[in-house]
């Protein structure tokens, strides 16, 4: 049984269409409150970690009931196509309005409707693809996300988003929705979510089985206690690399300009392109040697990527962040690519939702604090020099609490890399 790259790619357009909204949320709507509204770094980091604190309640809350939904279009696709329609109307009328209590509203009712189909749109993956594949799935799914992402960082340049006091971004933000609803009109058409999900769960109990959902039984059909505890574990570890990472992403387009003084548009798609070409290898290293091995090689060089960037200033040659910035990206995906799959395969096929929803919990509880914590310290140093270290020290830490994950990994498949990479377009 081998995994189906055309219909992961296809339930990718899903990913992909969330990636163009977040991308271009966090380069844009920190310039508007600083440029437009003149707020401090704290107040900045608040409004920033405003996304988070909504997904804490409602990804799990969502992922749940979708758990729990039968529709004639599945369980996952109404909440995309809703949700998706409504970010775009919200996000749009957020590029016109100039009050800032009004921008804080719209802003809110934008958060929102992304947040009704995050979780969603994420559990379709596993919802599709058998237990073993799930590591090369999430691959394409997080190469989809990150080709949307670089196509609007393209848009950022192009509609020079980065432009030193800039305030204005209607027009961009009409492009970017604009990429959004023809990733969804692709995904309406081709993605037949009931059909491809009842064919995974055949497929899953005929050349699989599942040990997982063995060991379960034992304990009642919930988890072993040393489930729980390596559950536990991932869980921590991805709160504390997201505390690390988001601080970056919610603060590096302020950094960039004030600081080393680049484009940091151009930083970011170069950072993209390197996580675009680990992808696939980064997938396959997984099924042969795991998944833990593998994510904890990726902390180790996103922990040295943001260690080395602190020593970059305005006068050090342009192409070391580049150089750094890639490394990061080939980091970032070996830890994605390999992160939700140790949390879904110690879920029950009913639960992929509920899990996902774990997996988001620990992701955002972590992005409420970073951008409000990261935007404390750099109004007490009256500087933004702090980003890298402090994004440094919790990157450090999430590799202590990952070495000792003991459940989560993929069974080694026993193939060679040819008939790994053959391709089921059925």
């Known amino acids: 049984m081998k995994l189906n790259y055309k219909r992961t790619i296809l339930v990718g357009f899903a990913f992909f269409l969330i990636q163009c909204f977040w991308s271009a949320y966090d380069a844009i709507i920190p310039i508007i409150l600083k440029n437009k509204y003149g707020m401090s770094e704290t107040a900045n980091g608040f409004i920033m970690s405003l996304d988070n604190i909504l997904a804490l309640f409602m990804l799990p809350l969502f992922g749940s009931i979708s758990d729990k939904v039968n529709t004639r279009f599945g369980r996952r696709t109404p909440f995309i196509v809703g949700g998706t329609i409504l970010a775009v109307i919200f ?53 989809m996300g990150t080709i949307g992402a670089m196509i609007v960082l393209g848009l950022g340049i192009v509609f020079k988003t980065s432009e030193v006091g800039k305030t204005e971004f209607s027009d961009y933000i009409l492009a970017v929705t604009s990429v959004m609803l023809l990733a969804l009109i692709i995904f309406i058409l081709t993605v037949r979510e009931p059909k491809w999900a009842q064919e995974m769960q055949e497929n899953t109990v005929k050349y699989f089985g599942d040990k997982e959902a063995e060991e379960r039984e034992i304990y009642g ?14 869980l921590v570890s991805v709160a504390l690399w997201f505390i690390g990472y988001n601080a970056v992403i919610s603060k590096y387009s302020l950094y960039a300009t004030h600081v080393i003084k680049q484009d940091f548009n151009l930083t970011l798609i170069i950072a993209q392109g390197a996580a675009i070409i680990a992808y696939f290898p980064v997938g396959f290293i997984a099924s042969k040697v795991g998944r833990r091995k593998t ?24 192409y070391l962040m580049y150089i750094l910035f890639s490394l990061a990206g080939i980091a970032w995906a070996t830890i994605n690519v390999n992160s939700f799959p140790m949390v879904v395969e110690l879920a029950k096929g009913s639960d992929v939702g509920k899990y996902t929803g774990y997996y988001y919990t620990a992701s955002m509880a972590a992005q409420v604090v970073t951008p409000t914590l990261v935007g404390i310290i750099m109004d007490i140093a009256n500087s933004y020099r702090p980003l890298f270290p402090y994004a440094t020290i919790f990157v450090g830490l999430a590799f202590v609490t990952m070495f000792f994950v003991r459940h989560g990994d993929a069974k080694p498949q026993p193939k060679g890399l040819l008939e790994s990479l053959d391709v089921d377009v059925d």
């Not at 009004?102 to 559990?123: E, K, W």
């Not at 059909?221 to 991932?234: A, D």
């Not at 994510?295 to 342009?318: C, R």
């Open 91 to 143: 996000f749009n009328i957020l590029g016109l309005v100039d009050v800032l209590w009004l921008f804080i509203l719209v802003l809110l009712l934008t958060l929102i409707s992304m947040a009704t189909f995050r979780s969603p749109a994420v559990a379709l993956m596993p919802d599709v693809t058998c237990k073993p594949h799930r590591s090369k799935a999430n691959a394409i799914i997080n190469l």
């Open 221 to 234: 059909g919930g988890l072993s206690p040393e489930q729980k505890r390596s559950l536990i574990l991932i």
């Open 295 to 318: 994510i904890l090689a990726g902390v180790i060089m996103l922990t040295a990527a943001f260690f080395m960037a602190i020593f970059i200033t305005e006068h050090s040659p342009v």
